[in-house]
């Protein structure tokens, strides 16, 4: 059975600073990784994906994240942080049809 | 093109009651999933249709739930009698082929029990 661990559940940071949101996975097959955001009081929005090929992946917003086998890691990380980039980050595992989520890191960007 | 949507957005209902959620997945998405996030736990899988046949049911948590997606297009997900540990946000999702494909979320259904 997979399972993803998203290390950190609340993670303050300020405006303009560098952020990591860590997520580490199991999983004895292949996965497809994924990070996704929830705005407030919004649904579930695709952040960004690694399917195969590069292993740095990065998101039109200014993320990027890492897939790194030998560690089980995906984390995301932003040079520079927004007020606006306040949210819910998941990250997630898809393996047959089955997304598996972490419990959630909640960013939040202070002035 | 219109993403996933979900009916109600918000559900309000007694213990005993009966609720029904509604998903619209993005047409042509073959495959449609039912997620629930309880509690500020985890979002968990609960079911994947292929078309209107279950492909995988094994996350759902008890027979007081039953998910149909007549046609292949909507589906439904009823719970009844609804419990207090029932409320939570319900998820939808859906894809194209293959089972590789990015799953686009809706905006979700809260229910609460009370």
């Known amino acids: 059975a997979q399972s993803v661990t998203q290390l950190d559940s609340q993670v303050p940071v300020f405006e303009e600073a560098p952020v990591e949101l860590r997520c580490n996975y199991s999983s004895s097959v292949s996965v497809y990784l994924f990070w996704y955001v929830q705005y407030p009081n919004q649904g579930l929005q695709l952040l960004l994906k690694y399917l195969s090929g590069s292993t740095l992946v990065e998101s039109i917003n200014g993320f990027e994240a890492e897939f790194n086998k030998s560690q089980t890691s995906f984390h995301l990380r932003k040079p520079s942080v927004h007020i606006s980039d306040t949210a819910e980050y998941f990250c997630a595992a898809l393996n047959a049809g089955k997304s598996t989520f972490g419990d959630g890191t909640t960013l939040t960007v202070k002035p | 093109e219109a993403g996933v949507t979900q009916f109600p957005s918000h559900s309000v209902i007694e213990k005993g009651q009966t609720v029904t959620l509604r998903c619209d997945p993005i047409?042509?998405?073959?495959?449609l999933y039912w997620y629930r996030r309880v509690m500020g736990k985890e979002i968990k899988f609960l079911l994947h249709f292929v078309k209107e046949s279950k492909q995988d049911e094994s996350g759902m948590p008890n027979n007081r739930f039953l998910a149909e997606r007549t046609g292949g297009t909507y589906s439904t997900l009823k719970v009844q009698p609804a419990e207090l540990e029932d409320s939570g946000v319900y998820f939808c999702?859906?894809?194209?082929?293959?089972?590789?494909?990015?799953?686009?979320f809706g905006p979700g259904t809260r229910l609460t029990v009370l």
């Open positions: 999702a859906s894809s194209p082929l293959p089972l590789t494909d990015t799953q686009y």
């Open positions: 047409s042509g998405h073959d495959n």
